[in-house]
């Protein structure tokens, strides 16, 4: 279980402070497949960056099975993000100069210091390939790859350390509306078969409504 309590954020600008969350609160239940939407600049990336341990709040807690995230040291932070999360961004974040397979197994190669993957973890990468049809993909690099694609890969990679939580931020906003919901679909698809739970961010009403609740979140602030 995933919970926010009056979360705020903000940012300095010289002598200009700038509000972007404003007493945030939510509760995720596990197992939940959750969107959170909005138009553009009100505060949906930076609430899911503080769900997830990238971003400190100005105020208030994130607790993760009861235990706030933010009285971590960043060594435990940092273990947790590794082991327990799975991120997947708009702009995929593939690493040009490693192949799909590479960029699949990045997590865990950095969470396990491994030089070089086990045999079981290229087991399991290949798997969760397979499950997106990118089995004949494996060996290509990300400039070979259409938006698809990438984000296909991208989610292969937030899933490969077997994470509880699963955080998508704008995942569809690069892609054209088939590919959007195809992708929606899958996430739906491979999270239920591993019982995770979901935190999605979009500003696309209608593949909101594909979730199992939505957050509206305006100027800051949740709104019904």
Do not use: W
Not at 171 to 179: A, E, M, W
């Amino acid at each position: 279980m995933l919970e926010a309590k009056n979360i705020h954020k903000v940012y300095h600008d010289g002598k200009r402070e700038l509000a972007v969350l404003r007493g945030v609160s939510l509760r995720i239940e596990e197992g939940a497949l959750v969107a959170i939407v909005g138009p553009s600049g009100a505060g949906k990336s930076t609430l899911l960056h503080i769900l997830g341990g990238l971003d400190i709040p100005t105020q208030g807690e994130i607790l993760l099975r009861g235990k706030n995230i933010y009285n971590l040291s960043d060594t435990e932070l940092s273990r947790i993000r590794n082991e327990k999360i799975g991120f997947v961004f708009q702009f995929y974040h593939l690493l040009g100069e490693f192949t799909v397979l590479e960029n699949v197994l990045m997590p865990a190669l950095i969470g396990s210091k491994l030089q070089a993957p086990s045999l079981k973890l290229q087991e399991r990468a290949l798997e969760l390939l397979n499950t997106v049809g990118l089995s004949e993909r494996v060996t290509h690099l990300p400039n070979q790859l259409s938006g698809g694609e990438k984000q296909r890969v991208a989610i292969c990679r937030g899933l490969i350390n077997k994470p509880g939580l699963l955080f998508c931020d704008e995942p569809t906003g690069n892609l054209d509306s088939q590919s959007g919901e195809e992708i929606i679909a899958l996430i739906k698809q491979i999270t239920r078969e591993n019982k995770m739970t979901v935190v999605l961010v979009t500003h696309n009403a209608e593949l909101a409504k594909l979730t199992d609740k939505v957050y509206q979140l305006r100027d800051g602030v949740l709104v019904n």
